[in-house]
């Protein structure tokens, strides 16, 4: 690796490295064999990769003359990760998540064709639109030299902007000053050639840079100023389902995948350990007794034979084999002369036992600094540390004090150190990791006073001197929050840094290929711009190194242009994309899985749970041991670190606590929750106690223990979770139930001696854990609908109020009916719709008071009259709500104190406006743009995400105080390093000088005269606060490149920077990017995602309860309410005509869909053949390629409406085709029209165009997997919706805000006529494109440098959006599609999915034709064999259809859903019963009724099972019978034989006698 690295031909070492790797490959294979038998090489993947490097190799040896081909060695970096194990869990997470990676790539390239092909068809060649000067007057040229004109530099306008050199001649666009004509074709694209959508390549290349967010605010400002503004429908579009559902859809995938492989390694490694214990004890048993004689050992034997096999002789012999380990142990302990020495070492140097005088003085010395009064000294020393740290800046006066303050503290921590380690001794001080830690912080402090008094002048102190910031980690003894978020990341370490590897190898990879395929390219100077080579190439290892490290930060698109100006595009294009989707894609969302895994939201706000519940008293108690100087009563615990207790029993929680937390993640309360819950019935199939209400004479199905509210008189239909095979095993339970009825109480002993409480309370607090939230709910509910008039004044009012009479006066009288009134009519919903109308009109009155509408004064006049209609208007409604509601109602509810407070400032404004002495108050009136937040209370479902996020703040904001810190010391770091560095002498152009000519500071001021200036960047390291400005664009990814070049050209204070003169501080922003970005500001990002979808489960009215399931139970849910929301389908009958029936049997056919599904491809390849400046024969071709399509999709219409008649349009998918082809037929009629120069609008023919790309969709129902992955989104819409309203919301207000702030800003770039807060559209535009922190930085520089607001207002108003849209609600964006691409998968392993479900009834409409949800007993059998796996029952079924017990009506009819719910139970198996599963089990056959309401007027007469019995009785009977009739004819054959022997003999004898003389006498 490191060969490779110094990209240099080694050959020898190279052939040496690659014999060694055959070697290795041939032992393994005479070992094991190559490919044929189970455990050989090639049947172990990990072998694959050592196969496929040493293949490279000789490959690479073979050919290599093949460009690129050696750039392949670096794979062999490879082989680490399957040496290392921990490697291979991470890379076995990747592996396992394939198959759906492949579905959300092959949906990514789904998406990408789409948004090419109408890049294509919409944009192509407008970029080349340019502003041309016009010629003068009275000049007459020749076409050729008007064409040389026009393609002249010298002629179009050019600025220091790109962009403003396209313009558009459309409504919207950019349009040219006076004497410049837009017009087209002119000059190569922007971005020199790259950016464009003129072909399918380059518009597939742009559409990637679009979803992935990667300065596609260029190609944004680009096309809307050349197409228009109203183009930014399509990326609205984009940008919110390719940007954050497609790209966060790896995420999910990742996610999942790492958690299931994480789990899988834990029970792998848990049962091996298992299994070694039980080696080991075994190993030892057989040890012990081979040493002992055969006495002894018979001895034992008999007494292991007398104690026999009861529970405490296994315990006896547990207990015995650990008391053998541990002797054993000590044996080896005192056998072994090298731990005798460290014994003796310990004793002499870390336990001070030798003077009794020094023992008393560690005792009172213990005392002190096991004191809570000396850890709040030491902490208070800690934040003031923290604090003279954080207000040091460049050129600060008080740097001196601040010196010496930093003295006085570190010897205060020195004597601490000092003073721990002399009264707990050495050893058990250093085991504290608390102390251990302090112990370093003291040596550096040590160690730099050391180096201060050498005096190096080359060594920088300042590195060493921020490292004292880390102090401000002891805070975690007392903030419960850093310590529990401290402690996971030391539990996660080894994953973090297998993770870290896995990065690193990456990298490398990356790096060498890049630096061997395309890094001696980067030497043509002439390829770039001033002849320069740019900062971020392929140049060297450390220069490739840092260019891959930014690709994986998401910069690709930049580099990726550079790159093809001086190499070639084969090259460049592969190698930039496969290391964004392997370093981004993959290796980074592995790095957030792994948080999210780690760092659950309920982990890390469980302590402050707790917190909020401890009483103010026990503060104060606190408090006054502490001046008392007295210890709390807490016992000493023999360390200095403040041991944090376990969590509280479930008795304490019984008896102190009102309300039980339901999203508890505690290890404790899971367990108990079980072990309630192993308490509860296990419902075989539902309860038991369903059977004991039968009567003998009923009938026990499957459907009747479904209904939870059934008191077994009546049965319901549905299914159960698990079925019995027969009635006798249920009567057998009962018995056993009624004969042993305390076992069920032994059991509920044994939980209360290991619970320590009794069942009664046990039960109880079970019964108000599941059912609290939602009595909760119901109870809010009940007096919602109620709607009580509460009193007027609030209670403390009512009691002291003396003046009883006037309650009973006429007035009274009047005014308690006034209230009435008043109070009806805020509880009418047209108020409602009243106020929502005007809030709604009075929020579109502000987008007119924009910067062009400030001087026209009828609209002004027009404006002032409105705002006096609202301002009455809404203190009219503040004066109903008053009266109505009561002022204790009216301001304690948050939504009716937001109105109260804009009615405030509506009248505030409005006194600045007509007072002159109250002028000041004008500004008031910019308060006025919350007044859209009044419509939040109004809307149900924006109501619910506002709840749900305002919710979850405190958790959120306790974590972000965690981050800060974090930030805090990388700001301190910065200030120290970078601090004053960053300026630089500038000439009157601002081009930053040579060093030839300007060194230091003295000599740029020396030339001031002739334009020189020393000058600062606004964003800089020279204090805190410009540092975490500064850390916020490195994080966001925004202007970090220029702060990362302004930090790599540093040489130091006073002197002028150079470039790459200090190359390694970008170590320095790397660090931060890892552990700033990637981990702290991901942790961040988890945590909203975490908490936002706990809060929004527990916001719907079952969320509650969910929330409480065990996972088992939650898929049971979801299954039930999955199959009570589909209802069958009517199948198209089969036409009765023979013409109509061959069509029929031509559309229904198996080859007629793929064959479509064929025209639709080629028509998309021959879309994608399209191009800008094509001849015009190819455009006639492609034209008559088109009309072909066209007429193919129109007789495939055609055929379907003539097969399926009137049910054509009863399906939607062929409405979608009818619609796509009557605008297709529309679009070339308009297009023939447009050849003849019949006067059609460019525009109308765009949108006829982007008709035909519709067909596209058509393949979403051929794809499985991309089906699968639209589900998420699907079930996302509503919540999504819900986002994006609240998402426009904050837009709107920001706009309203923007404008009046900020309409003033000059035109310089980025400002510009499209890009500005002048009006509301254009405010609107800019701050889409801000909400993905898109170039937010350059826009803040405007406002910085611009007199029209304060630096502190543009600061604010800029980062608090990027906060709140970027990080906080763009993440809930991400949340919701996390959470539902969770539930999409819980359904697979659930077993029933929505495609299952579906393809139940599809089977079902072939049996039941009308859809009347009923089939006969004699079509079941071949009903269930036709359907797919996991619902099928294959032939021969009998006996299962009789296990599934399904009820029958009469005519011996099985309704569907009672199949459907018994095939589920059977899939989804046993689940124990709770109550909350009860209750929603309960509200699902509710709603299943409403959808199926002939289920409530079923009754059941028999079942499958009683006819399977029935069944069996018959041939029972029968076969008696049988043996009946052929007894009976047995025996009258016998009779008729006995009787013929009889008549025989009879007539024998008669002929004896008839003859006497005959010869037989």
């Given at each position: 690796?490191?060969?490779?690295?110094?990209?240099?031909?080694?050959?020898?070492?190279?052939?040496?490295?690659?014999?060694?790797?055959?070697?290795?490959?041939?032992?393994?294979?005479?070992?094991?064999?190559?490919?044929?038998?189970?455990?050989?090489?090639?049947?172990?993947?990990?072998?694959?990769?050592?196969?496929?490097?040493?293949?490279?190799?000789?490959?690479?040896?073979?050919?290599?003359?093949?460009?690129?081909?050696?750039?392949?060695?670096?794979?062999?970096?490879?082989?680490?990760?399957?040496?290392?194990?921990?490697?291979?869990?991470?890379?076995?997470?990747?592996?396992?998540?394939?198959?759906?990676?492949?579905?959300?790539?092959?949906?990514?390239?789904?998406?990408?064709?789409?948004?090419?092909?109408?890049?294509?068809?919409?944009?192509?060649?407008?970029?080349?639109?340019?502003?041309?000067?016009?010629?003068?007057?009275?000049?007459?040229?020749?076409?050729?030299?008007?064409?040389?004109?026009?393609?002249?530099?010298?002629?179009?306008?050019?600025?220091?902007?790109?962009?403003?050199?396209?313009?558009?001649?459309?409504?919207?666009?950019?349009?040219?000053?006076?004497?410049?004509?837009?017009?087209?074709?002119?000059?190569?694209?922007?971005?020199?050639?790259?950016?464009?959508?003129?072909?399918?390549?380059?518009?597939?290349?742009?559409?990637?840079?679009?979803?992935?967010?990667?300065?596609?605010?260029?190609?944004?400002?680009?096309?809307?100023?050349?197409?228009?503004?109203?183009?930014?429908?399509?990326?609205?579009?984009?940008?919110?389902?390719?940007?954050?559902?497609?790209?966060?859809?790896?995420?999910?995938?990742?996610?999942?995948?790492?958690?299931?492989?994480?789990?899988?390694?834990?029970?792998?490694?848990?049962?091996?350990?298992?299994?070694?214990?039980?080696?080991?004890?075994?190993?030892?048993?057989?040890?012990?007794?081979?040493?002992?004689?055969?006495?002894?050992?018979?001895?034992?034997?008999?007494?292991?034979?007398?104690?026999?096999?009861?529970?405490?002789?296994?315990?006896?012999?547990?207990?015995?084999?650990?008391?053998?380990?541990?002797?054993?142990?000590?044996?080896?302990?005192?056998?072994?002369?090298?731990?005798?020495?460290?014994?003796?070492?310990?004793?002499?140097?870390?336990?001070?036992?030798?003077?009794?005088?020094?023992?008393?003085?560690?005792?009172?010395?213990?005392?002190?600094?096991?004191?809570?009064?000396?850890?709040?000294?030491?902490?208070?020393?800690?934040?003031?540390?923290?604090?003279?740290?954080?207000?040091?800046?460049?050129?600060?006066?008080?740097?001196?004090?601040?010196?010496?303050?930093?003295?006085?503290?570190?010897?205060?921590?020195?004597?601490?150190?000092?003073?721990?380690?002399?009264?707990?001794?050495?050893?058990?001080?250093?085991?504290?990791?608390?102390?251990?830690?302090?112990?370093?912080?003291?040596?550096?402090?040590?160690?730099?006073?050391?180096?201060?008094?050498?005096?190096?002048?080359?060594?920088?102190?300042?590195?060493?001197?921020?490292?004292?910031?880390?102090?401000?980690?002891?805070?975690?003894?007392?903030?419960?929050?850093?310590?529990?978020?401290?402690?996971?990341?030391?539990?996660?370490?080894?994953?973090?840094?297998?993770?870290?590897?896995?990065?690193?190898?990456?990298?490398?990879?990356?790096?060498?290929?890049?630096?061997?395929?395309?890094?001696?390219?980067?030497?043509?100077?002439?390829?770039?711009?001033?002849?320069?080579?740019?900062?971020?190439?392929?140049?060297?290892?450390?220069?490739?190194?840092?260019?891959?490290?930014?690709?994986?930060?998401?910069?690709?698109?930049?580099?990726?242009?550079?790159?093809?100006?001086?190499?070639?595009?084969?090259?460049?294009?592969?190698?930039?994309?496969?290391?964004?989707?392997?370093?981004?894609?993959?290796?980074?969302?592995?790095?957030?899985?792994?948080?999210?895994?780690?760092?659950?939201?309920?982990?890390?706000?469980?302590?402050?749970?707790?917190?909020?519940?401890?009483?103010?008293?026990?503060?104060?108690?606190?408090?006054?041991?502490?001046?008392?100087?007295?210890?709390?009563?807490?016992?000493?615990?023999?360390?200095?670190?403040?041991?944090?207790?376990?969590?509280?029993?479930?008795?304490?929680?019984?008896?102190?606590?009102?309300?039980?937390?339901?999203?508890?993640?505690?290890?404790?309360?899971?367990?108990?929750?079980?072990?309630?819950?192993?308490?509860?019935?296990?419902?075989?199939?539902?309860?038991?106690?369903?059977?004991?209400?039968?009567?003998?004479?009923?009938?026990?199905?499957?459907?009747?223990?479904?209904?939870?509210?059934?008191?077994?008189?009546?049965?319901?239909?549905?299914?159960?979770?698990?079925?019995?095979?027969?009635?006798?095993?249920?009567?057998?339970?009962?018995?056993?139930?009624?004969?042993?009825?305390?076992?069920?109480?032994?059991?509920?002993?044994?939980?209360?001696?290991?619970?320590?409480?009794?069942?009664?309370?046990?039960?109880?607090?079970?019964?108000?854990?599941?059912?609290?939230?939602?009595d909760e709910a119901e109870d809010k509910e009940r007096t919602a609908n109620k709607k009580i008039m509460q009193p007027c004044l609030p209670a403390f009012c009512n009691e002291r109020c003396t003046c009883n009479l006037l309650r009973t006066t006429f007035l009274a009288e009047i005014f308690l009916s006034v209230r009435t009134i008043m109070f009806k009519v805020v509880n009418n919903r047209v108020f409602d719709g009243s106020v929502l109308f005007v809030?709604?009109?009075?929020?579109?009155?502000?987008?007119?008071?924009?910067?062009?509408?400030?001087?026209d004064a009828k609209v002004q006049l027009a404006l002032k009259y409105l705002d006096y209609f609202y301002a009455f208007f809404f203190n009219f409604e503040m004066i109903v709500k008053v009266l109505g509601l009561g002022l204790t109602d009216y301001f304690t509810n948050v939504w009716t104190l937001l109105d109260f407070f804009l009615v405030v400032i509506g009248w505030l404004s409005m006194l600045g406006s007509?007072?002159?002495?109250?002028?000041?108050?004008?500004?008031?009136?910019?308060?006025?743009?919350?007044?859209?937040?009044?419509?939040?209370?109004?809307?149900?479902?924006?109501?619910?995400?506002?709840?749900?996020?305002?919710?979850?703040?405190?958790?959120?904001?306790?974590?972000?105080?965690?981050?800060?810190?974090?930030?805090?010391?990388?700001?301190?770091?910065?200030?120290?390093?970078?601090?004053?560095?960053?300026?630089?002498?500038?000439?009157?152009?601002?081009?930053?000088?040579?060093?030839?000519?300007?060194?230091?500071?003295?000599?740029?001021?020396?030339?001031?005269?002739?334009?020189?200036?020393?000058?600062?960047?606004?964003?800089?390291?020279?204090?805190?606060?410009?540092?975490?400005?500064?850390?916020?664009?490195?994080?966001?990814?925004?202007?970090?490149?220029?702060?990362?070049?302004?930090?790599?050209?540093?040489?130091?204070?006073?002197?002028?920077?150079?470039?790459?003169?200090?190359?390694?501080?970008?170590?320095?922003?790397?660090?931060?990017?890892?552990?700033?970005?990637?981990?702290?500001?991901?942790?961040?990002?988890?945590?909203?995602?975490?908490?936002?979808?706990?809060?929004?489960?527990?916001?719907?009215?079952?969320?509650?309860?969910?929330?409480?399931?065990?996972?088992?139970?939650?898929?049971?849910?979801?299954?039930?309410?999955?199959?009570?929301?589909?209802?069958?389908?009517?199948?198209?009958?089969?036409?009765?005509?023979?013409?109509?029936?061959?069509?029929?049997?031509?559309?229904?056919?198996?080859?007629?869909?793929?064959?479509?599904?064929?025209?639709?491809?080629?028509?998309?390849?021959?879309?994608?053949?399209?191009?800008?400046?094509?001849?015009?024969?190819?455009?006639?071709?492609?034209?008559?390629?088109?009309?072909?399509?066209?007429?193919?999709?129109?007789?495939?219409?055609?055929?379907?409406?003539?097969?399926?008649?009137?049910?054509?349009?009863?399906?939607?998918?062929?409405?979608?085709?009818?619609?796509?082809?009557?605008?297709?037929?529309?679009?070339?009629?308009?297009?023939?029209?447009?050849?003849?120069?019949?006067?059609?609008?460019?525009?109308?023919?765009?949108?006829?165009?982007?008709?035909?790309?519709?067909?596209?969709?058509?393949?979403?129902?051929?794809?499985?997997?991309?089906?699968?992955?639209?589900?998420?989104?699907?079930?996302?819409?509503?919540?999504?919706?819900?986002?994006?309203?609240?998402?426009?919301?904050?837009?709107?207000?920001?706009?309203?805000?923007?404008?009046?702030?900020?309409?003033?800003?000059?035109?310089?770039?980025?400002?510009?006529?499209?890009?500005?807060?002048?009006?509301?559209?254009?405010?609107?535009?800019?701050?889409?494109?801000?909400?993905?922190?898109?170039?937010?930085?350059?826009?803040?520089?405007?406002?910085?440098?611009?007199?029209?607001?304060?630096?502190?207002?543009?600061?604010?108003?800029?980062?608090?959006?990027?906060?709140?849209?970027?990080?906080?609600?763009?993440?809930?964006?991400?949340?919701?599609?996390?959470?539902?691409?969770?539930?999409?998968?819980?359904?697979?392993?659930?077993?029933?999915?929505?495609?299952?479900?579906?393809?139940?009834?599809?089977?079902?409409?072939?049996?039941?034709?009308?859809?009347?949800?009923?089939?006969?007993?004699?079509?079941?059998?071949?009903?269930?064999?036709?359907?797919?796996?996991?619902?099928?029952?294959?032939?021969?079924?009998?006996?299962?259809?009789?296990?599934?017990?399904?009820?029958?009506?009469?005519?011996?009819?099985?309704?569907?859903?009672?199949?459907?719910?018994?095939?589920?139970?059977?899939?989804?198996?046993?689940?124990?019963?709770?109550?909350?599963?009860?209750?929603?089990?309960?509200?699902?056959?509710?709603?299943?009724?409403?959808?199926?309401?002939?289920?409530?007027?079923?009754?059941?007469?028999?079942?499958?099972?009683?006819?399977?019995?029935?069944?069996?009785?018959?041939?029972?009977?029968?076969?008696?019978?049988?043996?009946?009739?052929?007894?009976?004819?047995?025996?009258?054959?016998?009779?008729?034989?006995?009787?013929?022997?009889?008549?025989?003999?009879?007539?024998?004898?008669?002929?004896?006698?008839?003859?006497?003389?005959?010869?037989?006498?």
């Open positions: 690796m490191l060969l490779l690295a110094m990209n240099k031909n080694f050959v020898v070492i190279d052939l040496l490295f690659t014999a060694i790797y055959t070697l290795e490959v041939i032992i393994k294979v005479l070992a094991r064999g190559f490919v044929l038998h189970t455990f050989s090489y090639l049947r172990n993947p990990w072998n694959w990769l050592d196969f496929t490097v040493v293949l490279l190799a000789y490959l690479t040896l073979a050919f290599p003359m093949i460009p690129g081909l050696s750039a392949l060695r670096a794979f062999r970096a490879l082989k680490m990760i399957a040496i290392l194990p921990g490697l291979k869990t991470i890379i076995g997470a990747i592996f396992k998540s394939a198959r759906l990676l492949m579905e959300v790539l092959l949906l990514m390239m789904f998406v990408l064709l789409i948004i090419a092909l109408f890049g294509l068809q919409i944009f192509k060649g407008v970029l080349t639109h340019k502003c041309v000067r016009n010629l003068q007057h009275g000049i007459n040229i020749t076409h050729k030299e008007w064409g040389d004109y026009i393609q002249n530099k010298t002629n179009w306008l050019v600025t220091e902007d790109v962009d403003i050199m396209v313009c558009g001649n459309g409504t919207g666009t950019g349009r040219c000053p006076r004497n410049f004509t837009c017009m087209a074709g002119i000059g190569i694209n922007p971005n020199n050639g790259y950016t464009n959508f003129d072909n399918i390549g380059w518009a597939l290349i742009t559409a990637f840079q679009l979803i992935t967010l990667d300065f596609w605010e260029n190609t944004y400002n680009l096309v809307l100023r050349a197409s228009g503004a109203y183009y930014i429908i399509f990326f609205i579009v984009v940008v919110m389902f390719g940007a954050h559902y497609i790209v966060n859809l790896v995420l999910a995938v990742v996610a999942a995948s790492y958690e299931k492989e994480a789990k899988r390694k834990q029970e792998a490694k848990e049962e091996e350990e298992r299994i070694l214990e039980l080696r080991r004890q075994k190993e030892l048993l057989h040890r012990k007794s081979s040493n002992e004689n055969p006495k002894e050992q018979f001895r034992k034997r008999g007494q292991k034979l007398v104690r026999g096999f009861s529970v405490d002789s296994s315990m006896s012999q547990g207990t015995y084999i650990s008391q053998f380990d541990e002797e054993e142990k000590t044996g080896k302990q005192k056998s072994s002369k090298c731990n005798l020495l460290k014994r003796r070492l310990r004793k002499m140097f870390c336990s001070w036992t030798c003077c009794p005088e020094f023992l008393k003085l560690q005792e009172y010395l213990l005392m002190v600094v096991s004191h809570p009064l000396f850890e709040g000294v030491i902490t208070i020393c800690i934040l003031i540390n923290t604090l003279l740290l954080s207000i040091d800046y460049h050129q600060a006066p008080y740097t001196h004090s601040l010196e010496s303050g930093n003295t006085v503290l570190s010897i205060i921590f020195i004597i601490e150190a000092i003073l721990k380690v002399t009264a707990l001794n050495p050893l058990p001080y250093v085991r504290n990791g608390w102390n251990a830690f302090d112990f370093i912080i003291v040596l550096l402090t040590c160690f730099e006073w050391i180096l201060s008094t050498i005096n190096i002048p080359t060594l920088k102190l300042s590195m060493i001197r921020s490292l004292r910031m880390l102090r401000v980690f002891k805070l975690a003894k007392n903030w419960k929050t850093l310590n529990t978020l401290i402690n996971i990341i030391f539990k996660s370490l080894k994953e973090m840094g297998n993770l870290t590897l896995i990065v690193i190898i990456v990298i490398y990879i990356f790096t060498v290929i890049g630096m061997q395929l395309v890094g001696h390219d980067y030497e043509n100077k002439e390829a770039f711009a001033g002849n320069k080579i740019p900062r971020w190439n392929f140049r060297g290892f450390y220069n490739s190194f840092i260019m891959v490290f930014r690709i994986l930060c998401g910069e690709w698109i930049e580099p990726l242009y550079d790159c093809m100006r001086c190499s070639k595009m084969y090259f460049c294009l592969p190698l930039f994309l496969l290391t964004y989707i392997a370093g981004n894609f993959l290796v980074l969302n592995l790095f957030l899985a792994l948080l999210l895994n780690f760092f659950s939201g309920d982990t890390l706000t469980a302590n402050t749970k707790e917190e909020k519940a401890k009483p103010y008293k026990d503060y104060v108690k606190n408090f006054l041991h502490l001046l008392s100087c007295r210890k709390a009563n807490k016992p000493f615990l023999g360390k200095i670190q403040p041991v944090e207790k376990n969590n509280a029993s479930q008795s304490d929680g019984a008896h102190h606590s009102k309300e039980i937390p339901l999203a508890n993640c505690n290890v404790e309360h899971n367990m108990n929750i079980q072990k309630d819950t192993t308490l509860s019935s296990v419902v075989e199939p539902r309860a038991l106690e369903t059977f004991s209400t039968l009567s003998k004479n009923e009938v026990p199905t499957i459907s009747a223990l479904c209904n939870p509210t059934t008191e077994g008189r009546k049965y319901e239909n549905g299914s159960a979770v698990l079925m019995l095979e027969t009635l006798e095993e249920v009567q057998q339970d009962m018995e056993i139930e009624q004969m042993h009825p305390s076992v069920k109480m032994n059991n509920q002993d044994k939980a209360k001696q290991m619970n320590n409480m009794s069942i009664c309370e046990d039960n109880k607090v079970s019964d108000e854990k599941y059912s609290c939230s939602m809030i709604l009109l009075s929020t579109m009155t502000l987008t007119l008071d924009d910067k062009y509408l400030q001087n007509s007072i002159q002495a109250f002028k000041s108050l004008r500004s008031l009136r910019t308060l006025r743009a919350l007044r859209p937040l009044r419509a939040i209370s109004r809307w149900e479902g924006m109501r619910l995400v506002v709840n749900a996020l305002v919710a979850s703040i405190p958790s959120i904001s306790n974590v972000m105080f965690v981050c800060l810190i974090f930030w805090l010391i990388f700001g301190i770091v910065g200030v120290q390093i970078f601090g004053g560095t960053f300026y630089e002498c500038v000439d009157e152009n601002k081009v930053r000088l040579p060093l030839s000519i300007v060194n230091n500071r003295s000599e740029c001021e020396a030339n001031e005269d002739i334009g020189y200036r020393w000058v600062n960047p606004k964003i800089n390291f020279d204090n805190v606060l410009s540092a975490y400005m500064a850390l916020l664009q490195v994080a966001t990814f925004e202007g970090w490149l220029e702060i990362m070049a302004n930090a790599a050209d540093s040489r130091g204070i006073d002197l002028q920077p150079e470039m790459s003169a200090n190359p390694y501080s970008l170590f320095y922003f790397v660090a931060f990017i890892v552990i700033g970005t990637f981990f702290t500001l991901n942790l961040f990002i988890g945590i909203i995602i975490d908490n936002f979808n706990t809060m929004h489960k527990r916001s719907r009215k079952e969320g509650a309860l969910v929330t409480v399931l065990t996972e088992d139970q939650r898929r049971f849910y979801g299954t039930l309410k999955r199959l009570s929301k589909t209802k069958p389908v009517k199948k198209i009958p089969t036409p009765k005509n023979k013409i109509l029936y061959n069509f029929y049997k031509l559309v229904n056919n198996k080859w007629f869909e793929p064959f479509t599904i064929g025209l639709i491809t080629l028509n998309v390849l021959v879309m994608a053949c399209d191009h800008y400046g094509q001849s015009k024969m190819f455009a006639l071709i492609l034209n008559r390629f088109n009309v072909i399509f066209a007429a193919l999709f129109t007789v495939e219409a055609i055929l379907k409406l003539l097969g399926q008649r009137q049910y054509y349009f009863t399906q939607a998918w062929n409405i979608f085709d009818f619609l796509v082809v009557v605008l297709s037929l529309v679009g070339i009629i308009l297009d023939s029209s447009a050849a003849k120069k019949q006067g059609v609008s460019p525009t109308i023919l765009r949108v006829f165009r982007i008709v035909r790309l519709a067909r596209l969709l058509r393949l979403v129902r051929s794809l499985k997997g991309i089906r699968k992955l639209l589900f998420t989104l699907v079930i996302s819409i509503p919540a999504l919706f819900n986002i994006g309203l609240l998402l426009g919301l904050i837009m709107f207000i920001y706009s309203i805000l923007g404008m009046s702030l900020f309409r003033d800003l000059p035109r310089e770039s980025p400002i510009n006529d499209i890009v500005n807060f002048e009006t509301f559209g254009n405010s609107m535009m800019l701050l889409f494109r801000l909400t993905t922190a898109a170039a937010w930085n350059e826009i803040l520089h405007v406002m910085i440098n611009s007199p029209v607001q304060r630096q502190f207002v543009s600061i604010t108003y800029m980062t608090s959006y990027i906060v709140v849209a970027n990080i906080v609600i763009i993440n809930m964006y991400v949340a919701v599609i996390l959470e539902n691409f969770h539930e999409a998968q819980e359904q697979e392993l659930a077993g029933v999915t929505d495609e299952d479900v579906d393809m139940f009834y599809e089977v079902w409409s072939n049996y039941d034709v009308k859809a009347t949800q009923f089939i006969t007993y004699d079509q079941l059998s071949d009903f269930l064999n036709e359907l797919k796996n996991p619902l099928r029952i294959p032939k021969p079924n009998v006996v299962k259809l009789a296990a599934l017990n399904l009820p029958l009506i009469d005519g011996n009819k099985l309704h569907c859903l009672d199949v459907l719910e018994a095939l589920s139970a059977v899939i989804v198996g046993k689940v124990t019963q709770s109550d909350p599963l009860k209750k929603l089990s309960g509200d699902i056959f509710k709603m299943s009724t409403k959808i199926f309401p002939i289920r409530s007027t079923m009754e059941t007469t028999t079942t499958t099972l009683m006819i399977r019995k029935e069944f069996k009785a018959a041939l029972k009977i029968q076969k008696a019978y049988r043996k009946w009739r052929v007894r009976q004819y047995h025996k009258t054959f016998k009779m008729k034989l006995d009787r013929s022997h009889s008549s025989m003999r009879k007539s024998v004898r008669n002929l004896q006698s008839s003859r006497p003389n005959s010869p037989l006498t």
